[in-house]
């Protein structure tokens, strides 16, 4: 069965700090994508990824094809982006799975 | 920049009741895709639809469940008689081609079922 898991589903950090935050699945992918969703409800696209590392800002994110591993890190990270992140993946079909999400405060 | 719009934002039904949520996706994007999330739980796929068919839906997107694409811009669901248990966040997105692009997202609308 295609799974996503995530860790961990609640992270607080203060001001500042470096955040991981990790996405395993459980077969072959043809791509990840990590989202973003906010208290509101909104979900936006971060990344999609298929290999390597990508960069945007104060985000990262990794994907290692040969682990079934992907992570979303958060380089200084500020109150503005508290939310739920989101792994998805996408199984060779058009139906991507998503992962439960990981919950992220951070405080001044 | 451009967006995916949805309308409404909150839609309340009896049970019972047909509802339809609309959808205008990027204009130059080709993909679509309906999702839900009911409260507290994870977004789940419900359907994707290209070149005006469904390309593939979940177990979910049964009998009570349709798509369409009524002219150039609008991608519609509809829900013929709603349950209880179809009260979530619908989420619209599309994307400019599959697999390797990006999927862009909805604003969401709230259905709740009475």
């Known amino acids: 069965k295609n799974e996503v898991e995530q860790s961990p589903q609640n992270l607080t950090a203060q001001e500042g700090e470096f955040i991981t935050i990790n996405c395993s699945y459980s077969?072959?992918?043809?791509?990840l994508h990590w989202l973003q969703q906010h208290p509101g409800g909104g979900i936006v696209s971060l990344f999609m990824?298929?290999?390597g590392k990508k960069k945007h800002g104060r985000l990262i994110a990794t994907i290692n094809i040969q682990e079934k591993h992907s992570s979303l890190h958060i380089t200084a990270s500020h109150p503005r982006d508290s939310a739920v992140y989101i792994c998805?993946?996408?199984?060779?079909?058009?139906?991507?799975?998503f992962g439960t999400g990981t919950r992220l405060q951070v405080f001044p | 920049e451009p967006e995916v719009t949805q309308t409404p934002s909150h839609q309340v039904t009896q049970m019972g009741q047909e509802v339809i949520l609309r959808c205008v996706p990027i204009?130059?994007?080709?993909?679509f895709y309906w999702y839900r999330q009911i409260l507290g739980q994870k977004v789940e796929f419900l359907v994707s639809f290209y070149n005006n068919e469904i390309s593939e839906k979940s177990e979910i997107f049964d009998d009570q469940f349709s798509v369409e694409r009524p002219d150039g811009s609008n991608f519609t669901l509809k829900i013929r008689s709603t349950k209880l248990e179809d009260s979530a966040m619908y989420f619209c997105?599309?994307?400019?081609?599959?697999?390797?692009?990006?999927?862009?997202f909805g604003p969401g609308t709230r259905l709740t079922v009475t």
């Open positions: 204009s130059n994007h080709l993909y």
């Open positions: 990824l298929s290999s």
């Open positions: 997105a599309s994307s400019e081609a599959r697999t390797l692009y990006e999927q862009y």
């Open positions: 077969v072959g992918i043809s791509a």
């Open positions: 998805a993946a996408l199984y060779n079909t058009d139906k991507l799975i």
